[in-house]
């Protein structure tokens, strides 16, 4: 056990995983000698060669369709996008390739490939560097899509990822990166892909986050409770596939939700929820469902990012909209 | 008979006119006027001291990330001199120096890195494009922007920056490719800074010269010494000339080297020696170019001071500048420009957005 920031817990997940299976490969730009512009690469070069951990061109189409031509032929290589905001390059490949490639082949081959990327604002970033465009992904049946919010979910959630015989997208909201430390057991620990999470019970209200956004969202839980308000939050985890049962059985027993999401409001993951509870939980429902989110705006240059991000006051506002 | 060489019919030189002493080939200087030969000086010290002073306030948690410029001056403003306000001028994440150049106002270049999205507004008659990030991605925009000039009937040009990494990425090859098709009027002006934030050029690609990739592509292509604004000038100059007369793309290999940091959240150390870096320190464009006026009695030491003053005090005034306009921003900003008309849904947004901050 030791008390790990996010970005430490990573680097302990990629390098245990390497140590255990030795088709494991990690490459991208800066992972290898830089040890990856935000370090979760770090130190890997040093330990599994230059073979294993490759400092790759600046090409975002072949590191994604080399690391598919990888994956089939028997290795699991882990790519790296340096930021969420330069994977776009890499979208044709998941959408044409690694999505489709167990089904195109009718189960001949697979594709399992992770594909790491920072996202998500709060840093005081450049352009591109600040949006959540999880959906895009999400969108895409063949892809799984999961995003930690903290060490140690962070650590196992990506070793399962690693473990998964299908291709998995993992956002690491880097926003959190170092904001926190965490207690992450030495031995090897996994989540399972596709099951949100518990992280407060309550009987009052249901609140869903996910990444950066359950932090202030269990502070909007906190502040309510101290109102005598008691809420349930879940921590989604998986974007896709969804465990809407979690979400929908916690509706069913609180009656009112809000969903926490940075990315915009149009066609987010919130959009896809409600669909879900309306069909799995609307009978139980005792006000209209009610999200908290980015608008639906180009994320602005960081002098007014906090403007657009969502805070514990917002999501307090809407519960109590929800509560009414 | 069946394995013969072919003849690509084309070749690639490299050309250099100021030693780093700052001798010239005299056959090879270009004519311009003393007034342009000061003002390329001008502008490169103005933006080396401009540079220093966004690392000095970035540090001080005044500005956000950047990519400093240092080392790549010549290779910027000797590339934007021989065009005109109306050439389409197509920036990456580093140009300031060529922005300096087309009298970008320093005050929005501030307003930028302090994370407003006013600073993105291009100077009022200048054919400029913003700053655009994701690597490589604006190299097609140039393209286009060639091609369009052409089917109007002008004689514009358009040219675009982008480094040695960029010429890894896919976009780069598609529009290099496209251009030599249709034979468009764009100038491809790549500044090999040796780096692309830890990988060396070597191991972006086993060409020997990034130059040597117009062969492919069927243009012509020149690699010339970066830090020589007279080399930039005149390989830039040439390439324009043959644009505007319908001859078609060029592509320019500067070879040139990132003095400073990758961006501001960048540690080199990690990656390169502090030899390598003394190395270039040595062949940096600067003092070479001063070294040449002198000896063209273009300049002396109480010149070089005066301007030293003057462009102190106009980095101050654009500092004072750019935090009248940073005081109290407006949030809802964040709303403008989306679209030319905002959507209902949008519009109803803002209005919940501004009763929300206005206590509603
Ligand atoms: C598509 C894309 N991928 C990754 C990045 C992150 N990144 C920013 S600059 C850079 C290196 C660029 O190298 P080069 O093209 O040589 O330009 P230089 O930074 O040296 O000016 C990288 C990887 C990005 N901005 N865009
Ligand atoms: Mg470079």
Same mark, same amino acid.
């Given at each position: 056990?030791?008390?790990?920031?996010?970005?430490?817990?990573?680097?302990? %997940?990629?390098?245990?995983?390497?140590?255990?299976?030795?088709?494991?490969?990690?490459?991208?730009?800066?992972?290898?000698?830089?040890?990856?512009?935000?370090?979760?690469?770090?130190?890997?070069?040093?330990?599994?060669?230059?073979?294993?951990?490759?400092?790759?061109?600046?090409?975002?189409?072949?590191?994604?369709?080399?690391?598919?031509?990888?994956?089939?032929?028997? !290795?699991?290589?882990?790519?790296?996008?340096?930021?969420?905001?330069?994977?776009?390059?890499?979208?044709?490949?998941?959408?044409?390739?690694?999505?489709?490639?167990?089904?195109?082949?009718?189960?001949?081959?697979?594709?399992?490939?992770?594909?790491?990327?920072?996202?998500?604002?709060?840093?005081? &970033?450049?352009?591109? @560097?600040?949006?959540?465009?999880?959906?895009?992904? &999400? @969108?895409?049946?063949?892809?799984?899509?999961? $995003?930690?919010?903290?060490?140690?979910?962070?650590? %196992?959630? !990506?070793?399962? &990822?690693?473990?998964?015989?299908?291709?998995?997208?993992?956002?690491?909201?880097?926003?959190?990166?170092?904001?926190?430390?965490?207690?992450?057991?030495?031995?090897?620990?996994?989540?399972?892909?596709?099951?949100?999470?518990?992280?407060?019970?309550?009987?009052?209200?249901?609140?869903?986050?996910?990444?950066?956004? !359950?932090?202030?969202?269990?502070?909007?839980?906190?502040?309510?409770?101290?109102?005598?308000?008691?809420?349930?939050?879940?921590?989604?985890?998986? $974007?896709?596939?969804?465990?809407?049962?979690?979400?929908?059985?916690?509706?069913?027993?609180?009656?009112?939700?809000?969903?926490? @999401?940075?990315?915009?409001?149009?066609?987010?993951?919130? %959009?896809?929820?409600?669909?879900?509870?309306?069909?799995?939980?609307?009978?139980?429902?005792? &006000?209209?469902?009610?999200?908290?989110?980015?608008?639906?705006? $180009?994320?602005?240059?960081? %002098?007014?990012?906090?403007?657009?991000?969502?805070?514990?006051?917002?999501?307090? @506002?809407?519960?109590?909209?929800?509560?009414? | 008979?069946?394995?013969?060489?072919?003849?690509?019919?084309?070749?690639?030189?490299?050309?250099?006119?100021?030693?780093?002493?700052?001798?010239?080939?005299?056959?090879?200087?270009?004519?311009?006027?003393?007034?342009?030969?000061?003002?390329?000086? +001008?502008?490169?010290?103005?933006?080396?001291?401009?540079?220093?002073?966004?690392?000095?306030?970035?540090?001080?948690?005044?500005?956000?990330?950047?990519? =400093?410029?240092?080392?790549?001056?010549?290779?910027?403003?000797?590339?934007?001199?021989?065009?005109?306000?109306?050439?389409?001028?197509?920036?990456?994440?580093?140009?300031?120096?060529?922005?300096?150049?087309?009298?970008?106002?320093?005050?929005?270049?501030?307003?930028?890195?302090?994370?407003?999205?006013?600073?993105?507004?291009?100077?009022?008659?200048?054919?400029?494009?913003?700053?655009?990030?994701?690597?490589?991605?604006?190299?097609?925009?140039?393209?286009?922007?060639?091609?369009?000039?052409?089917?109007?009937?002008?004689?514009?040009?358009?040219?675009?920056?982008?480094?040695?990494?960029?010429?890894?990425?896919?976009?780069?090859?598609?529009?290099?490719?496209?251009?030599?098709?249709?034979?468009?009027?764009?100038?491809?002006?790549?500044?090999?800074?040796?780096?692309?934030?830890?990988? =060396?050029?070597?191991?972006?690609?086993?060409?020997?010269?990034?130059?040597?990739?117009?062969?492919?592509?069927?243009?012509?292509?020149?690699?010339?010494?970066?830090?020589?604004?007279?080399?930039?000038?005149?390989?830039?100059?040439?390439?324009?000339?043959?644009?505007?007369?319908?001859?078609? =793309?060029?592509?320019?290999?500067?070879?040139?080297?990132?003095?400073?940091?990758?961006?501001?959240?960048?540690?080199?150390? +990690?990656? +390169?020696?502090?030899?390598?870096?003394?190395?270039?320190?040595?062949?940096?464009?600067?003092?070479?170019?001063?070294?040449?006026?002198?000896?063209?009695?273009?300049?002396?030491?109480?010149?070089?001071?005066?301007?030293?003053?003057?462009?102190?005090?106009?980095?101050?005034?654009?500092?004072?500048?750019?935090?009248?306009?940073?005081?109290?921003?407006?949030?809802?900003?964040?709303?403008?420009?989306?679209?030319?008309?905002?959507?209902?849904?949008?519009?109803?947004? +803002?209005?919940?957005?501004?009763?929300?901050?206005?206590?509603?």
């Amino acid at each position: 056990m030791a008390k790990l920031t996010m970005a430490k817990a990573l680097n302990l %997940a990629l390098a245990q995983e390497m140590e255990r299976d030795k088709s494991v490969y990690v490459m991208g730009e800066d992972v290898g000698r830089d040890g990856g512009v935000f370090r979760i690469t770090e130190g890997l070069i040093d330990r599994f060669g230059e073979v294993r951990v490759m400092d790759t061109p600046l090409a975002e189409s072949a590191i994604v369709g080399v690391g598919i031509g990888m994956a089939v032929a028997g !290795l699991k290589p882990i790519c790296e996008i340096q930021f969420s905001g330069f994977s776009y390059m890499g979208i044709d490949q998941l959408e044409s390739h690694a999505a489709r490639m167990r089904w195109r082949s009718r189960g001949r081959w697979s594709v399992p490939m992770v594909v790491r990327a920072p996202y998500g604002g709060g840093v005081r &970033a450049l352009e591109h @560097h600040s949006e959540s465009k999880e959906v895009f992904y &999400a @969108h895409t049946p063949g892809l799984k899509m999961v $995003i930690p919010s903290g060490p140690r979910n962070a650590r %196992a959630l !990506l070793v399962s &990822a690693i473990r998964d015989p299908d291709p998995v997208v993992f956002f690491e909201p880097k926003a959190i990166y170092r904001a926190f430390r965490e207690e992450v057991p030495d031995e090897e620990e996994t989540l399972p892909l596709g099951k949100a999470r518990i992280v407060r019970e309550g009987g009052d209200i249901t609140l869903v986050a996910y990444g950066a956004m !359950l932090r202030p969202t269990l502070e909007a839980a906190e502040q309510l409770a101290g109102d005598g308000i008691d809420p349930e939050v879940i921590d989604l985890l998986t $974007i896709s596939p969804m465990d809407d049962e979690t979400i929908a059985a916690s509706v069913r027993k609180n009656g009112r939700v809000v969903i926490v @999401h940075e990315a915009q409001r149009s066609f987010g993951a919130g %959009a896809e929820i409600f669909a879900r509870l309306n069909e799995k939980a609307f009978w139980y429902l005792e &006000a209209p469902m009610e999200r908290v989110t980015g608008y639906d705006v $180009i994320v602005p240059f960081f %002098a007014r990012e906090k403007a657009y991000l969502p805070d514990a006051e917002r999501i307090v @506002h809407a519960a109590r909209r929800a509560l009414q | 008979m069946p394995r013969t060489e072919i003849d690509l019919q084309q070749t690639i030189s490299f050309l250099s006119i100021l030693d780093e002493e700052g001798n010239a080939d005299e056959e090879l200087v270009p004519y311009l006027d003393d007034d342009t030969l000061r003002r390329l000086f +001008r502008v490169m010290l103005l933006s080396r001291r401009f540079d220093e002073r966004l690392l000095q306030l970035q540090r001080q948690g005044r500005l956000g990330t950047f990519a =400093p410029v240092k080392g790549q001056e010549a290779a910027q403003v000797g590339a934007m001199a021989p065009l005109r306000r109306t050439d389409w001028f197509v920036p990456s994440f580093r140009e300031t120096a060529a922005a300096l150049w087309r009298d970008t106002p320093l005050s929005g270049l501030l307003l930028y890195n302090a994370g407003f999205n006013e600073g993105g507004l291009p100077p009022e008659g200048n054919n400029d494009l913003p700053i655009a990030i994701p690597v490589a991605t604006q190299v097609p925009h140039a393209v286009g922007l060639g091609y369009s000039a052409r089917a109007q009937g002008k004689d514009d040009v358009a040219i675009v920056f982008f480094g040695d990494g960029a010429t890894s990425e896919g976009d780069f090859h598609e529009a290099i490719n496209f251009s030599g098709v249709f034979s468009t009027p764009t100038i491809f002006l790549c500044q090999n800074n040796q780096w692309a934030i830890s990988v =060396p050029r070597e191991k972006q690609t086993h060409s020997r010269t990034l130059a040597q990739k117009a062969i492919a592509y069927g243009i012509p292509g020149i690699q010339v010494d970066g830090n020589d604004v007279l080399a930039v000038y005149v390989a830039t100059a040439e390439a324009a000339e043959r644009a505007r007369a319908g001859g078609g =793309p060029t592509f320019i290999e500067c070879i040139t080297y990132r003095l400073s940091l990758h961006t501001t959240a960048d540690d080199p150390t +990690r990656y +390169r020696s502090e030899e390598e870096v003394q190395a270039w320190e040595r062949k940096e464009p600067l003092i070479r170019f001063r070294r040449y006026l002198e000896s063209r009695g273009l300049l002396s030491e109480q010149e070089v001071e005066r301007l030293e003053q003057e462009i102190k005090e106009e980095i101050a005034q654009a500092w004072e500048e750019a935090q009248m306009q940073m005081e109290n921003p407006d949030p809802s900003v964040m709303f403008e420009h989306i679209y030319a008309e905002s959507p209902d849904y949008l519009k109803a947004q +803002r209005d919940a957005f501004q009763k929300e901050i206005g206590g509603g």
